[in-house]
């Protein structure tokens, strides 16, 4: 094990990795006023980022979703629905979850 | 530096003036908080590690999805992957920054820093909004940073113990705490049917990823083939 692994798999390997993702997402914040007064970002790229949100999110709940099984699917459905006409987070998730919680109590 | 361009203005009562803006935010800010401390406790986080990532990485969406790898015991791979993950997920901050450098443009370094620190998709919109309203003042930015950190952080915390007190966590889905409020997102964003193409671009992709590699390795493919398909369409928006 080298230096490195062994900190990693102590306890201070949360930290660390804490600590990576605070350097990299400041990065993300920082670099788009420090470089592009040097830089232009090309359309092409631009339209890359527009895309990222959604994809990230629907990247990320759908093959959860497929894991967890139907009461997982139907709660999602139900809180883009709640949002949809509500734009209330706190509706959405309320709705969301006792949607997952019914159909797990139904056995789903 | 002193800029050929006028600089903005960096005052007090710019900060103040973004903190009340950021106002009618705070319920939303409220409830994303809560709900990622209850899903921090349910996947076995402690208390200082959940808010250390509310008060540094400050970032709901990368912290929401880091929780899904998180692990007991690290490695540099796993470290590098959550690394990655947080990178793509925050990679639209990039454009935020763009959008306001020119404004940002001859703010003293400190102040620039901190105001940086704190920008989120959030503040950015106040002070975007700010701006087209013909507000000059890149304290506001700040102003609703602070306001918004402070309000984060300290929803976290309710949000982890209550988590932490539940028996029987599935029987009400908290378990589903981050992939139902991931939804709930995707109502926001929706700008019609086109712009939605590299959405299903990149569900189709994390679901073929899923079946053919371990791990959570689909979220970062998925994505990234959803901004590549972003990328390769012509229409706007």
């Known amino acids: 094990m080298t230096v490195l692994e ?21 990065f993300c914040r920082a670099s788009g006023v420090v470089f592009m007064s040097r830089l232009r970002i ?4 631009e339209r890359a980022l527009r895309a990222l949100p959604g994809s990230i999110v629907v990247a990320t709940i759908l093959p959860i979703a497929a894991q967890s099984g139907p009461a997982a ?36 | 530096m002193t800029a050929s361009s006028p600089r903005a203005p960096f005052t007090l009562a710019g900060a103040v003036t973004g903190a009340r803006l950021a106002l009618p935010l705070l319920p939303g800010i409220i409830v994303f908080a809560t709900a990622f401390g209850a899903a921090a406790s349910q996947k076995g986080l402690d208390v200082w590690q959940t808010m250390a990532l509310s008060a540094f990485v ?3 969406a990368a912290q929401m999805v880091a929780l899904e790898i998180w692990r007991d015991s690290w490695t540099v791979a796993s470290a590098v992957g959550v690394t990655m993950l947080t990178m793509t997920i925050n990679a639209r901050m990039i454009l935020m920054g763009a959008a306001i450098q ?68 599935e ?31 990149a569900g189709i992709v994390a679901l073929a990823v899923q079946q053919l590699f371990e791990g959570y390795i ?16 012509r229409d706007r928006s």
Do not use: Q
């Open chain 2, 102 to 169: 020119p404004w940002m443009a001859g703010t003293p370094k400190t102040a620039s820093a901190v105001t940086l620190f704190l920008l989120t998709d959030a503040s950015w919109l106040v002070g975007m909004r700010h701006r087209a309203g013909g507000g000059n003042d890149v304290a506001v930015l700040t102003g609703s940073g602070v306001t918004l950190w402070v309000t984060w952080v300290a929803a976290t915390l309710p949000g982890y113990l209550a988590g932490a007190f539940v028996e029987n966590p």
């Open chain 1, 42 to 45: 090309r359309p092409w790229i």
């Open chain 2, 171 to 201: 029987a009400f889905g908290l378990d589903l705490v981050m992939p139902v409020f991931f939804a709930a997102m995707l109502a926001p964003l929706w700008r019609g049917v086109g712009p939605a193409v590299p959405w299903a671009v």
């Open chain 1, 6 to 26: 062994e900190a990693f798999a102590s306890p201070a390997g949360s930290y660390l990795t804490i600590f990576m993702m605070v350097v990299v997402t400041y």
């Open chain 2, 218 to 233: 689909f979220i970062i493919v998925g994505a990234l083939a959803g901004a590549a398909t972003g990328a390769l369409r």
């Open chain 1, 73 to 108: 699917f139907a709660g999602i459905a139900a809180a883009m629905a709640t949002m949809a006409a509500t734009r209330l987070e706190i509706a959405a998730i309320a709705v969301g979850l006792a949607c997952v919680a019914a159909m797990r109590a139904l056995g789903f």
């Open chain 2, 58 to 60: 400050f970032a709901g």
